[in-house]
Nanobody, 115 residues
Framework: VQLVDSGGGLVQPGGSLRLSCAAS????????MKWYRRAPGKERELVAT????????NYTDSVKGRFTISRDNSKNTMYLQINSLKPDDTAVYYC?????????WGQGTQVTVSS
């Protein structure tokens, strides 16, 4: 199982980014996928969840209306569109999936929101 995060960067407040998570080594379409983030000095936070078909999504309250999680099962890839970025969104963002008893993680992609 391999998850590869990408798409982070430095962006001004109010800007946008699209994060990607490329998955391999398992049957992607069958598994719920998640985005987490860890801000400096804070605990890891679950940001968004999407079911295998993409038919159901959930978001933490602080990102509702600004973040959109999606997936393309034909490309084994998950996305996180993040709009109206705020300095509080600065964090390392990780994709995650759970297969049986094991959690698998991407390497993380840094998002920095600063003017």
């Amino acid at each position: 199982v391999q998850l590869v995060d990408s798409g982070g960067g430095l962006v001004q407040p109010g800007g946008s980014l699209r994060l990607s998570c490329a998955a391999s080594g398992f049957t992607f379409k069958y598994y719920t996928m998640k985005w987490y983030r860890r801000a400096p000095g804070k605990e890891r936070e679950l940001v968004a969840t999407i079911t295998g078909t993409g038919g159901s999504t959930n978001y933490t309250d602080s990102v509702k209306g600004r973040f959109t999680i999606s997936r393309d099962n034909s490309k084994n890839t998950m996305y996180l569109q993040i709009n109206s970025l705020k300095p509080d969104d600065t964090a390392v963002y990780y994709c995650n999936t759970r297969l049986g008893d094991y959690d698998y993680w991407g390497q993380g992609t840094q998002v920095t929101v600063s003017s």
